[in-house]
């Protein structure tokens, strides 16, 4: 959940150049090895990739808790990859955004993804997860959904917990015009 990415300035200004370095280096580094097309790591702030603000500005209530260098997504300029592509590379990005201010602030995989799948009018987007998927009541693997079953499983409280972001981000790249999300 977002609030459990909550990120201070300071321990980010830390880990940042760290965490995007080895973060998509060995990311990239596991492509590489498993193909011979060329990858390279780079972050939502290379070329202004993925525009963000702060989560805590979009807050509803005064109430929330402000959660520090954790961004939303506003837009995604897919440039940079489209180069990275067009020279070969496979472009393996890190999901921090970049304000208006030049703030650098973390955003959720899944939603990064998924936005810059939208950007490229991707046919597809696929996100990978440590869990075997969304289960009906009895434990058992739904192997497909419509958007609307998907919807309707989060509303009716039969996905829970991280799944519930992961179904947020493909309704959106449904919507945004990616034809299927796996």
């Known amino acids: ?31 590489s090895t498993s193909n011979p097309t060329r990858a390279a790591g780079c972050s939502g ?8 603000r702060r989560h805590s ?29 067009a020279s070969g590379f496979i472009p393996v990005v890190a999901p921090i955004g970049v304000s208006h201010a030049g703030e650098s602030l973390n955003i959720n995989a899944d939603t990064a993804a998924g936005k810059l799948a939208e950007a490229l009018a991707a046919e597809k987007l696929f ?14 693997l739904i192997p497909s959904l419509s958007a ?20 947020e981000c493909c309704l959106s790249a449904l919507r945004g015009g990616v034809n299927k999300v796996h």
């Not at 609030?3 to 760290?18: G, V």
């Not at 702030?45 to 525009?51: A, E, R």
């Not at 959660?67 to 995604?76: K, T």
């Open 45 to 52: 702030k290379d070329g202004g990739l993925i525009v963000a």
């Open 57 to 85: 500005e979009s807050r509803k209530s005064d109430d929330e808790t402000d959660l520090g260098q954790v961004g939303e997504v506003v837009g995604v300029d897919p440039g940079v990859v489209r180069t990275l592509e």
């Open 148 to 167: 609307g079953e998907a919807a309707d499983l989060v509303e009716k409280g039969w996905v829970t917990g991280g799944m519930i972001p992961k179904i």
């Open 127 to 140: 996100l990978l997860t440590d869990v075997e998927g969304i289960q009906d009541p009895d434990g058992k």
């Open 1 to 31: 959940t977002l609030t459990s990415r909550a990120c201070r300035a300071a321990a980010q200004l830390a880990s940042r150049p760290l965490a995007c370095h080895r973060s998509s280096k060995r990311r990239s580094a596991g492509v």
